[in-house]
C-alpha cells in the first residue's frame, strides 16, 4: 500500500527511520478520518434525534457562506471550545486536572492501533489483539476518576464515584461477552475471529450463536460510555454535569471527544466481534427460486471488505442515537442491579454452554 511513498521520498532515508515515519504516516491516516468522524457524528446526532422528534436540527452555520445543511456547525463549535477559557478551581490539582481528559482520550485512540479495516489494513497485527483492546480500554476510567478527584469539588467527586462504579460493573460483563467470542473463535486476534465467522455470510456470524453475549456486549457498551439510557453521571436534576462539571473550553472537549471516540470504538468492536467484521453478509450464499439461480456472492463481490466493516460500524452507531432519543434515563440502582444481577450471570452461563460444545466436540455454527 505504501510502496510508491517508500520508493519515491523515502529511499534516501536509513531503515529503521523508514519504517518509523511508514508507521506515522499509517496513524495519520487512521487518525484524521476518526477525529472528523467524532466531529460529525455530534452533527449527525442532533440531525438523527432532530428528525426522530420531528426538529431540524442544524441548519445555519455552513460553509463559504451556503448552509449546506448545518455541515459547518462541528466546526464552528469546535472553534468556539478552542478560545474559551479554560478555567482551574481553586484549590485543583491543576497537573492531574490537565491530565484527566487525556487519560480519558487517549485510550480510545490508542485502541484504533489493532483494528483491521479489512484483511490487508491494520496497522498492528498482534496476537493478542483481544486482550490489548481489554487492557489500553480500561485505562479510560481513570480519566473520570482523576477528574472528580481533582476538581477539588464535592459534586465532581460524586459524579466519578457513580460513573467509575458504573464503568467497572459493565466492564465486567462486557468482557464475560468477549470471553465466549474467543472461544468460539479459539484466537484472540481479531484478524481470526473475522476469519472464524466466514461461510454462509451473516448466518456463520457469532451474533446467532453468541446471541445472548452480543445483547450483553452492545448494551454494556452503551453503559460504559455513559450514553443514555446509563448517563446518571450527568443527571441534571441529580449531581449538574458528573465529573467534568468543572471543566471549559478544550478540556471539556476532550472528555466530548472521549465519549464520542469510545462510541465509535465500541461499535467497531461489535462489527468484529459479532458481525463479521469486513466478510460480506452474502459470502457463500447461493439459491435457486423459480427455477433460476441466485449467485448473491458474486453480485456484490465487487464491494470492498473496508466498506462493509464500515457499514456495519455506522450501523451500530446509530444504536447510539436512537436509544437516546427514545428511552428514559434508568435510576442508578436499577443500572446497578441490571449490571450485576443480569448480565453477568447471562454471560456466565453462555460461556459454560460454549465451553461443553467445544469439549463434547459438538457441531455448533461457527465450525
Not at 131 to 136: M, V
Amino acid at each position: 500500500m505504501f510502496d510508491w511513498l517508500n520508493t519515491f521520498f523515502l529511499s534516501f532515508l536509513p531503515e529503521p527511520m523508514v519504517v518509523v515515519v511508514l508507521i506515522l504516516i499509517k496513524i495519520v491516516i487512521i487518525m484524521v478520518p476518526l477525529m472528523l468522524s467524532v466531529a460529525y457524528f455530534t452533527y449527525f446526532e442532533r440531525k438523527i434525534i432532530g428528525a426522530m422528534q420531528v426538529r431540524k436540527g442544524p441548519t445555519i452555520v455552513g460553509f463559504f457562506g451556503f448552509k449546506m445543511w448545518g455541515l459547518g456547525q462541528p466546526i464552528a463549535d469546535a472553534v468556539k471550545l478552542m478560545f474559551k477559557e479554560i478555567i482551574l478551581p481553586t484549590g485543583a490539582n491543576k497537573f492531574l486536572f490537565i491530565i484527566a481528559p487525556i487519560l480519558s482520550l487517549a485510550p480510545a485512540l490508542a485502541a484504533w492501533a489493532v483494528i483491521p479495516f479489512d484483511s490487508t489494513k491494520v496497522l498492528a497485527d498482534i496476537d493478542a489483539s483481544l486482550l490489548f483492546i481489554l487492557a489500553i480500554t480500561s485505562i479510560g476510567v481513570y480519566g473520570v476518576i482523576v477528574a472528580g478527584w481533582a476538581s477539588n469539588s464535592k459534586y465532581a467527586l460524586l459524579g466519578a464515584m457513580r460513573s467509575a462504579a458504573q464503568i467497572v460493573s459493565y466492564e465486567i460483563a462486557m468482557g464475560f461477552a468477549l470471553v465466549g467470542v474467543l472461544m468460539a473463535a479459539q484466537s484472540m486476534n481479531f484478524g481470526d475471529i473475522v476469519e472464524a465467522q466466514a461461510g454462509m455470510g451473516f448466518i456463520s456470524w457469532f451474533w446467532l450463536p453468541l446471541f445472548p453475549l452480543f445483547i450483553v456486549y452492545f448494551i454494556s457498551g452503551v453503559a460504559e460510555t455513559n450514553r443514555a439510557p446509563f448517563d446518571v453521571a450527568e443527571g441534571e436534576s441529580e449531581i449538574v454535569a458528573g465529573f467534568h462539571v468543572e471543566y471549559s473550553g478544550m478540556t471539556f472537549a476532550v472528555f466530548f471527544l472521549a465519549e464520542y471516540a469510545n462510541m465509535i470504538l465500541i461499535s467497531a468492536l461489535a462489527a468484529i466481534m459479532f458481525m463479521g467484521g469486513w466478510l460480506s453478509p452474502f459470502d457463500g450464499i447461493n439459491f435457486n427460486l423459480l427455477g433460476m439461480s441466485f449467485n448473491l456472492e458474486a453480485w456484490f463481490a465487487w464491494v470492498p471488505g473496508m466498506a462493509w466493516f464500515l457499514a456495519k460500524t455506522a450501523f451500530f452507531m446509530f444504536f447510539f442515537l436512537w436509544f437516546r432519543a427514545t428511552f428514559p434515563r434508568y435510576r442508578y440502582d436499577q443500572i446497578m442491579r441490571l449490571g450485576w444481577k443480569v448480565f453477568i450471570p447471562v454471560t456466565i452461563v453462555w460461556i459454560l454452554i460454549v465451553g461443553i460444545f467445544i469439549l463434547a466436540g459438538l457441531p455448533p455454527w461457527w465450525n
